[in-house]
């Protein structure tokens, strides 16, 4: 049976285009030209009822077979197409992989505030609040209600900054533990960060400083609790295998009073310029004393308590190396930005103690 | 306070070595901060006698006239050229032979000098390394034993121990205060020095009289005379310990106060009798404005809140703190007045801060000195000077103590110890270790009943004795344990360093970073930038410098200073932030906080939009990154609408340019600010390029109705877009026409979003082409056409009419 000439040359036509057709819109116009609403195969189609009635089912089954032939080839030819614009594509926009990505990059925290978090994260860890106190206090709160009598020399420990003889700018965090417990009864466990203010101004000492101080008052605390929690804090922030030791020392808020020294991590303990003999001083700390609970209406018979002081500044300047205060409080760029992930530095770049993963 | 070991071991029978001392002195809280010998590498220098000058050599290059001595040791003859004035026949001074080794193991040989040999040195203190003296050879007491050693005839072998002592422990501030730790530490015994005075027939009451007229000031003062004494250099080897341990030695009479003040911590004042008008010593308060010319030579005006040594007529010394310049001991002198004093430890502080007089006494009384061991200091050191002086001790010492102080009796029970610290040491151990420091301790009851020594002021109860206990009984003796029976206690922190955290982080992945400045700033640079005398700076009495005077009112001058230090090192690009309290005057709402403190975010752009990279433009920030900024961190505290509006006239704070800054508002209150630096301000910084700051309060952040995300059903029929561009005069603000779109509350109007501002050719001068982007949507159908045409042109038609708007395309 023979084909019909007109399907016959649509066919030919249309399936020599397809192998000829360079680009998926040229394939697309074809398929237009051939196959649309008004192509020449749907035209012949639909042109059937004007031909005689014993062509009809002829010339009809080969236009279908002809539109489903020229529909294949065009659907295999759309593939390949595809695949061969895509890859011309591809090669024509080459991308260098080495370029840096596009992206605002990352300020930094400072690294005070980075060593503060890191130190309030570990006694969170543990269970201890947070509380916060002003920074201008009076004389009571920051001295006399932590048993620094009027006229003592223990005042000299703290060179103060006044604002009036009454006022002045806190020395140490330990007014906003007086305010704390002043504020609820015992359990109490807290940790206080903050600025404090001495008068004083060198290559290790700054007028302005941070601290970060911590009080547990329960009924049942005592001094080996004291030394646990410390030796846990250490171990956290200086290393698992870090050691420490509690020696006497004298603050009139504590009694007994201790300073603990950590193993120096940074000569291992055979003793450098940061250290003493291989220890570092790294807190101060003991049970509160009895006339500083009495002052906030806690009774010392019913209620034990600990304390203990440490300065973050010291402790960022350990763990980074940095030999001069001043720097923390400059803020040249070029430092601050050592504490982000350098992208373009061309010195090798290590790795502090107890940094990483 | 520096300690000789020597010294040490006079009071304390121990075999340990200096730096076996020091490592156990730290375990009971006193701390060596150094240990270092007298002299190093002094060795075979001796004790040689001049016996004859054989030959002058001339004037030396030095200008020194050259002898050719005979040195004579026991057994051997020396020829020593020696350059020094005081050279002498009969002298008997210091002698390196050839083979002996002086300070910085320099060898001693031989040497030919102008054909003249000169077999060793005669030594001056410097060239023996104990002073920086080097006007003459070393002048020894003619007893000095020929040939012997040097080093240990000056005890030149000692080692010096320097300790720091803690404030509440005055008792350790002495040899003998030491030397009882270090007793009751190891367990070695102690020796307190008991002096016998050998006193003469006169009776000291009948040569001199005390009356104390201001008792709260001065408790008990005591005296010794000693007569017949000459005043002369001190022995050799008792200079030597003076100056070991950093005390300048003057003459035997002084030089004893200084010795025994240094032993057994009681400082001493020695008069000169003779100059004590009617030999009559008064304590009494200054008289208002009275005068006295202290022993260094300086005029002082006192006060009544200070305690006078006084004789009949006049102030003869500051109470406690320096004695007076008319009285004291010469050469000339030959009967001394010797004060043992107890001081109001207050009043004496008060005292040396007010004169600005930091003594050695005033030091040690100000501690609190020890009220019982004045009779101790005394006898010890009245016998030193009638021994050195050559002189008689007076019969009797003259003691006014109006109300003797009983000691302190404490209770001591275990169970505290067991209490506060988690473990208790034996009850022996305890016993022994209070009585090693000076307690007395009554064993027989349940608990120990603790007599408190007159030297341990510092123990004042119970605890105080359990500090005690276990210093000594040691700190790593202390078991480590967790808390038994805390209650479980929520971990809560506050709102402000939640807000400051979550700020910093949001400014940090902007490409910000945090600084931290100082609290203080300079008042000149605050006024410049427009803060008066009289708006409320807070200022420190007693600042270090000027430029870190005033308590900061605001973030920003701390910032500007930042970028002019990055500025000066060649750093021009910088974005930057602080968080941080800021300073005002007590309100009333601040209770007994001494000021008003909030705390604010503050924010500083200059230079480069982005740190310079292939893909980043050459853009600079503008005034609406800085304002984006501050919008991150209004968006950090959960803030979603705010306004910035300009200040009412005048009230625009000075350091920001007029007309490109703006307060920020949130539902009508003022929570901060930004724009562009004023440019006399950027000036003043030394800042060439613009610069953008803006600043927010969180603490007013934090008093706003808190956001929560709560859901909202999603859309359920389709969108409607349509824009809306409008060309404005340039004085029509965006914000202007946004809220007046909203006033029209048309609640099919879904969102609104600027998404192009253009000025230009296309527009012409004087005004500007915004565009919006509008939604509408219905929650509950599909808006036809004809609908949102309709909304749209009323809006066409409002804003049209009210901003004089010309609508473009559609």
């Known amino acids: 049976m023979a084909v019909d000439e007109r399907v016959q040359t649509i066919l030919d036509r249309a399936l020599a285009e397809i192998a000829e057709a360079r680009s998926t819109p040229d394939l697309e116009k074809l398929r237009v030209r051939v196959l649309g609403r008004s192509g020449e195969l749907t035209a012949l189609l639909r042109s059937l009822g004007s031909m005689p009635v014993e062509e009809r089912p002829r010339i009809g089954q080969q236009a279908n077979q002809a539109k489903a032939r020229i529909e294949a080839r065009i659907a295999e030819r759309l593939d390949a197409l595809k695949t061969l614009e895509h890859q011309r594509a591809l090669s024509a926009g080459r991308v260098d992989l080495t370029l840096p990505g596009r992206r605002m990059p990352p300020g930094a925290v400072h690294p005070i505030t980075r060593i503060q978090e890191e130190i309030i994260e570990i006694f969170e860890g543990l269970g201890f609040s947070v509380a916060e106190g002003p920074e201008i206090e009076s004389d009571y709160y920051n001295f006399a209600a932590l048993n620094f009598p009027d006229d003592h020399p223990a005042r000299d420990m703290q060179d103060t900054f006044h604002l009036s003889p009454d006022t002045l700018l806190r020395t140490h965090t330990s007014p906003v533990q007086i305010r704390t417990m002043k504020a609820q009864r015992p359990p109490v466990r807290f940790i206080f960060p903050g600025k404090v203010y001495r008068r004083d101004a060198d290559i290790t000492h700054s007028p302005m400083f941070h601290q970060v101080e911590g009080l547990a008052v329960d009924r049942h605390v005592t001094m080996a609790d004291l030394k646990a929690t410390l030796e846990l804090f250490a171990r956290q922030m200086y290393g698992a295998r870090s050691q420490v030791r509690f020696r006497p020392s004298f603050f009139p808020f504590t009694e007994p009073s201790a300073e603990m020294d950590v193993r120096c991590f940074l000569c291992g303990g055979t003793g450098c310029r940061a250290c003493k003999d291989g220890w570092l001083e790294i807190l101060g700390s003991g049970m509160v004393h009895p006339n500083v609970l009495r002052n906030v209406g806690y009774d010392p018979e019913e209620v034990t308590g600990w304390a203990f002081g440490m300065g973050v500044d010291r402790v960022a300047m350990l763990k980074y190396g940095i030999d001069d205060i001043r720097l923390l409080f400059e803020n040249d760029l070029r430092f601050l930005q050592q504490f982000t992930p350098p992208q373009d530095s061309l010195t090798p770049v290590g790795r502090g103690p107890g940094e990483g993963r | 306070m520096k300690v000789s070991y020597h010294w040490l071991r006079e009071f304390v029978d121990t075999d340990l070595a200096a730096k076996d001392i020091a490592d156990r002195l730290i375990n009971v809280g006193i701390e060596v901060t150094s240990i270092a010998p007298v002299v190093e590498g002094v060795s075979g220098v001796v004790i040689a006698e001049i016996e004859a000058i054989e030959k002058e050599l001339g004037v030396g290059a030095a200008g020194h006239r050259n002898r050719l001595c005979r040195v004579a040791l026991p057994d051997k003859k020396f020829s020593v050229i020696c350059g020094a004035p005081n050279v002498a026949v009969g002298l008997r001074t210091a002698f390196a032979p050839p083979g002996s080794t002086l300070p910085g193991g320099r060898d001693v040989q031989a040497v030919k000098v102008r054909g003249v040999i000169s077999e060793g040195i005669l030594c001056s203190e410097r060239e023996l390394g104990v002073s920086d003296d080097h006007r003459g050879i070393l002048e020894l007491p003619s007893d000095a034993p020929l040939g012997a050693d040097l080093v240990a005839y000056l005890g030149l072998d000692d080692v010096i121990l320097d300790v720091e002592v803690t404030p509440n422990r005055p008792d350790a501030l002495s040899v003998v205060g030491v030397a009882r730790e270090i007793a009751a530490l190891t367990g070695a015994p102690f020796r307190f020095p008991h002096v016998a005075v050998r006193e003469g027939e006169i009776a000291a009451s009948s040569l001199c009289t005390i009356e104390i007229e201001a008792p709260d000031l001065c408790p008990r003062f005591c ?6 004494l000459t005043v002369r250099p001190s022995p050799p080897w008792f200079a030597q310990r003076l100056r070991g341990v950093g005390l300048r030695p003057i003459n035997n009479l002084v030089d004893v106060t200084n010795y025994v003040m240094w032993e057994l911590g009681q400082p001493l004042h020695a008069f000169d009798l003779e100059t004590l008008a009617q030999r009559k010593i008064v304590v009494r308060r200054a008289r208002p404005g009275e005068r006295l010319t202290t022993l260094d030579g300086q005029e002082r005006i006192l006060d009544p809140d200070m305690a006078m040594v006084c004789d009949a007529e006049r102030a003869v010394g500051v109470g406690g703190v320096m004695g007076g310049a008319d009285t ?45 061991g004045l009779s101790d200091a005394l006898d010890r050191a009245a016998q030193l000077m009638a021994d050195l002086g050559q002189g008689t001790v007076a019969r009797g010492m003259l003691d006014v103590y109006p109300a003797p102080r009983p000691r302190p009796r404490i209770a001591l029970r275990l169970s505290r110890v067991e209490r506060l610290i988690g473990v208790c040491p034996p009850r022996d151990d305890a016993v022994r270790i209070l009585r090693a420091l000076g ?70 992945a902007a490409g910000l970073f945090e600084c931290i400045t100082y609290s203080f700033v300079d008042p000149d640079r605050l006024h410049l930038m427009g803060w008066s005398a009289d708006s409320g700076l807070l200022a420190l009495d007693n600042p270090l410098s000027r430029e870190r005077s005033v308590m900061r009112p605001s973030i920003v001058p701390g910032l500007l200073e930042v970028l002019a230090t990055n500025a000066s090192r060649q750093i021009p690009d910088a974005r930057i932030f602080e968080v941080g309290r800021v300073f005002t005057p007590h309100r009333e709402e601040d209770g007994d906080r001494p000021a008003h403190e909030e705390l604010w975010a503050g924010i500083a752009l200059t230079g480069l939009r982005q740190p310079r990279a292939w893909h980043a433009g050459r853009e600079r920030v503008d005034v609406y990154d800085v304002k984006g900024a501050a919008e991150l961190v209004l968006t950090a505290a959960g803030l979603s609408g705010w306004d910035a509006v300009p200040w009412p006239d005048g009230a625009a704070p000075r350091y920001l340019e007029p007309g490109r800054s703006a307060r920020l508002l949130v539902e009508g209150r003022d929570v901060g600010s930004f724009g562009e630096v004023a440019l006399a301000v950027r ?78 050719d296309q527009v012409g001068p004087g005004c500007r082409s915004l565009a919006w982007s509008l939604t509408f949507q219905a929650p509950d159908r599909t808006l036809k056409d004809a609908e949102v045409n309709e909304l749209h042109a009323r809006i066409v038609k409002e804003i049209g009419e009210r901003f004089k708007a010309e609508v473009r395309g559609t």
């Not at chain 2, 007010?354 to 009384?365: E, I, N, S, V």
């Not at chain 2, 003043?684 to 613009?690: M, Q, S, T, V």
């Open chain 2, 328 to 372: 004291e001991v010469t050469e000339r002198t030959t009967s001394v007045l010797l004060e043992a004093a107890y001081w109001n430890p207050g009043s004496i502080r008060r005292t040396s801060r007010a004169l600005g007089l930091a003594t050695d006494a005033a030091y040690r009384f100000e501690r609190g000195g020890d009220i019982e």
């Open chain 2, 683 to 760: 000036e003043a910084f030394d800042l060439e390029a613009a610069v953008f700051v803006a600043e927010v309060s969180l603490s007013a952040l934090l008093e706003l109705p808190a956001w929560a995300p709560r859901y909202q059903p999603l859309p359920r029929y389709p969108a409607v877009q349509r824009d809306l561009a409008l060309v404005v005069p340039d004085d029509v603000a965006a914000g202007e026409i946004e809220a007046a779109i909203r006033g029209m509350r048309l609640p099919l109007l879904t969102r609104l979003l600027l998404f192009d501002v253009y000025t230009g």
């Open chain 2, 223 to 228: 005296a010794r005379l000693i007569t017949g």
């Open chain 2, 439 to 508: 307690f007395a301790v009554d064993d027989s009851g349940a608990d120990l009943q603790v007599s408190v020594p007159s030297f341990r002021r510092d123990i004042a109860q119970e605890d105080d004795l359990v500090e005690e206990v276990i210093r000594l009984w040691g700190y790593d003796k202390i078991p480590v344990t967790l808390d038994r029976g805390g209650a479980l206690l929520p971990v809560k922190c506050p709102q402000p360093v939640r807000l400051a955290r979550t700020v910093s982080r949001e400014l940090n």
